[in-house]
């Protein structure tokens, strides 16, 4: 019935002395072992909070550098093909270390919305330009049915973004080609 009412555990009367000990070192055994799993789970979070960091640098730097290389107009065909798609994968892994350091936010509790007014049919255009390249790869067309230019709602931009890069993305990962 102690269980049930949920107890962790309980010594019933008379008190043995040799169960007590038994039973207080168990549980102090317990409580080291959920000591090291916070321990190691937070050495888990701050590398990755490193890691994450630390990938941002290198992949601006890609980004820039292949963005400004794909705006001169000597580059053979078959070599901006290539570029562009260098710049689209490192766009992808952008957006991938962006996901990480809002899901670190959100599971740390320090995420904020930061309420702006929004153009939906401009936020919506930017995200389907951004993945037109990615789909044309794969061979997918992307047809839009947006709302009326300066229709705006007031809402957290960046995660906006984020919803429908993520629901686009998705879309264009698990649908056949043509």
Do not use: Y
């Not at 919305?113 to 061979?139: C, G, H, M, N, Y």
């Amino acid at each position: 019935q102690c269980f049930e009412a949920g107890a962790d555990d309980f010594i019933a009367k008379p008190v043995n002395r040799l169960e007590l000990r038994a039973r207080v070192k168990s549980l102090l055994r317990i409580k080291q072992q959920h000591d090291a799993l916070i321990d190691t789970m937070q050495l888990r979070e701050d590398m990755s909070a490193m890691i994450v960091h630390d990938l941002r640098n290198p992949i601006t730097s890609i980004l820039l550098g292949t963005q400004f290389v794909l705006l001169k107009d000597n580059l053979k065909p078959d070599d901006k093909e290539r570029l562009q798609t260098v710049h689209s994968s490192c766009q992808w892994l952008n957006s991938m270390v962006n996901e990480l350091v809002l899901m670190a936010k959100l599971e740390a509790g320090k995420l904020t919305l930061k309420r702006s007014p929004i153009d939906l049919q401009a936020l919506a255009l930017a995200v389907v330009t951004e993945f037109e390249e990615i789909a044309a790869a794969k061979q997918i067309h992307i047809k839009t049915a947006l709302p009326p230019p300066g229709r705006e709602i007031n809402a957290d931009k960046n995660l906006l973004h984020r919803l429908l890069d993520n629901l686009l993305s998705n879309a264009i990962k698990f649908s056949p080609k043509d």
